[in-house]
């Protein structure tokens, strides 16, 4: 049987006649002979609305207990998705995630999935009933339930794509699918019809939203093609695979902006092995997350150290980096806490060259003043002044033409 | 270590204050040095809720996904209950019914249970910890979650304590415990000290509510002492427990009504071995629950066969009669749909004489007709007009002194 999971998230199942919509989507994924599982996130704000009466309680809940409260979400939203198949006339089954034995490790609000009893599910399709799986949960291996934190669903759902070998994992949203940048701030952007994985996890790590990383990750590792699409219409959406030779053609996929960054730079720093890992894994013990991170040496002795953070973990990381600096003899720390970090993802750029220059020459015509350059295999960023973030993005995505179809740009 | 057991219901747990207020005496139980398990129901209006959510999306939802639904309600609020707990500084754990094998049949919607693995919820108690466990809930042997009915929290509650070995079960309610009567009619009723099990069922069993049957029978089966008490203040409740010597001095312990009630009678049925139970295997067949039955003989061939049921079975009992006449060769049906039932209900009736022509007498004295009398060895119900139905109940309970203490009453 071909088998193809969709995941329909909050938003979509946020009432009866949301429910009904989508069911008669998935009706008609059935009619075409596709045996159908289905994620489901909980209903719209429901989750918050249970994080409120959580906090009235107590201002600091045990995370079990969070996992514990938030899991009725999903579990409410899957009974009444089959209720819906069921009035329809068609046969349903919902299952928690402990059902299915999605089992992940211990880790509380943000547990990873280990493995799934993808049997189960396969012999209820086998009886001709569609199952609905509720999303972002599962238990550890001592029946505890645990969520799998922010963007949850997709990796419930990706996941089980994987587990049961289905053809397809449909992710419906309330966008057409993954736009070359975000609309809002450059409005010609357009929707790109594919995406390689690796892309997908540069975009989604710069903070694109829609698909979650670790969902895409999943993907990527099992080989699960992902359609993203858009819950209220039919349009085709954006479909995130294995890159193909198609796609090398392609220089720049996408562009992506993420203010309220801070950029901490240790100066003077002894350049010796192992000093550089002492204060990472300082920063990480105090859960700070760092984004890129630029070395220099400006001596035989010394060395600046540069790393880019959220504002949000800026406090933090202070505190941490004044408990370790004199350990590695710093001379002096600046903070600067007024950036944005501009960056261009393309599979193509493993085989073209001139993009740097070409993002350079497009920020330079448009008076922006870089800070700082940091590249990977596939993408290239650049720290700027936030006030110029918005102006920046823009006159990287004229000039990489992301206000066309990749197969309508110019070509190299 | 001494455990106790302490049940609250939907409405001790409908907001954050209510919640707040059931855990300071759970930790006031726990200060005397008990281990203390709680048993929460939904928030208040909860269920209803989400009974209203499925029905807007099916009429007809299959109980299976009732269930799943239904199920949430108790796990929302356990969370929140431990939430509250570790707020005040104490260690507390949630658990839903499957996540303590609390094992039931697979019939939905009203589920029995059939085990529960107490040596989970020990290990928690022996770590300190106060245990808070989802009440009206479980899990059949295919971990499909099933809930156990109407008053499930209370027989979740008996049948932990029993598991537990608990030294009494607490069930916190908005009353402050079992009344002679229903106050309502009888607004002299006074609260019991203490009732017997088989007085308890008799009583649950004719309508007076606080306590569910099932988790009175469950106190019974497993000698579990259950205290219904007030969430509201501090007075002592009422106290269920196996009968002892000092009850027998009381000849009629309490009184009820049930109204809304109707009597077939079937006229000159064949009398033979087998009919009777013909007749009452078609009604359990089309689930009619039958009450009081009373057969008479007429003739040698011919007796006359009546029983009691609410009336919002009338119109399925009659068709159920209607199919089965012929083939025991009734003669005529008839049909009161405007009965009620007045019972007097004590353990001390088994050895004092003179209750019934008490009864009849005050019912006289009152100008009651009656219709029909049944009894059991600890009960005698009289069905009357509906109309005259509280008259009734008041003049039995003058006669039975129910306005007094037990201990104040008239002696025989």
Redesign the interface.
């Known amino acids: 049987m071909k088998i193809i999971v969709q995941k329909f998230g909050g938003t979509s199942v946020a009432n009866?006649a949301k429910?009904?919509r989508a069911a008669k989507r998935v009706i008609d994924t059935v009619k075409k002979g596709y045996g159908v599982v289905v994620v489901a996130s909980a209903r719209g704000k429901q989750t918050d609305e249970?994080i409120a009466?959580?906090l009235?309680?107590?201002?600091?809940?045990?995370k079990?207990?969070?996992d514990?409260?938030l899991?009725?979400g999903e579990?409410?939203s899957?009974?009444?998705f089959?209720?819906?198949l069921?009035?329809m006339g068609y046969d349903a089954?919902?299952f928690?995630g402990?059902?299915i034995r999605m089992i992940t490790d211990g880790v509380f609000t943000k547990a990873r999935i280990k493995s799934i009893d993808a049997e189960r599910i396969h012999r209820q399709l086998d009886l001709g009933r569609i199952v609905i799986v509720a999303g972002f949960q599962g238990i550890d291996e001592e029946?505890?339930?645990t969520t799998l934190g922010r963007g949850g669903s997709d990796t419930t759902a990706v996941a089980l794509a994987a587990a049961m070998g289905a053809n397809e994992c449909e992710i419906y949203t309330d966008v057409d699918g993954i736009y070359t940048t975000d609309p809002r701030i450059f409005p010609d952007a357009v929707k790109m019809s594919q995406i390689s994985y690796e892309e997908m996890l540069e975009m989604a790590s710069l903070g694109a939203g829609v698909m979650h990383i670790r969902a895409v990750g999943f993907g990527m590792r099992y080989n699960v093609k992902i359609h993203v699409r858009n819950s209220g219409n039919e349009n085709e959406g954006t479909l995130i695979t294995a890159e193909d030779s198609k796609m090398e053609g392609v220089v720049v996929s996408g562009a992506t902006v993420q203010k309220d960054m801070a950029k901490i730079s240790l100066i003077g720093v002894d350049n010796v092995p192992g000093n550089a890992a002492k204060i990472f894994a300082h920063l990480s013990k105090a859960k700070v997350v760092v984004n890129d991170i630029i070395q220099t040496e400006i001596s035989d002795e010394k060395a600046n150290l540069s790393f880019m953070i959220g504002t949000s973990d800026l406090q933090t990381a202070k505190e941490a980096v004044d408990q370790i600096k004199d350990e590695v003899n710093c001379q002096q720390v600046f903070i600067r806490d007024d950036i944005a970090e501009v960056s261009v993802v393309g599979v193509g750029m493993r085989t073209h060259y001139g993009v740097a220059e070409k993002m350079f020459g497009a920020l330079a015509e448009a008076r922006v003043n870089i800070d700082s350059i940091t590249t990977s295999e596939i993408r290239i960023s650049v720290a700027v002044d936030e006030d110029e973030a918005e102006k920046a993005l823009k006159a990287v995505c004229v000039a990489f033409e992301l206000d066309k179809q990749a197969e309508a740009r110019t070509k190299y």
Not at 57 to 62: A, F, G, S
């Open positions: 009866a429910i009904r249970l009466d959580a009235e309680l107590d201002p600091n809940p045990p079990r207990e969070m514990q409260l899991s009725t579990q409410q899957v009974s009444l089959a209720m819906a069921h009035a089954i919902s928690t402990g059902q029946e505890n339930i």
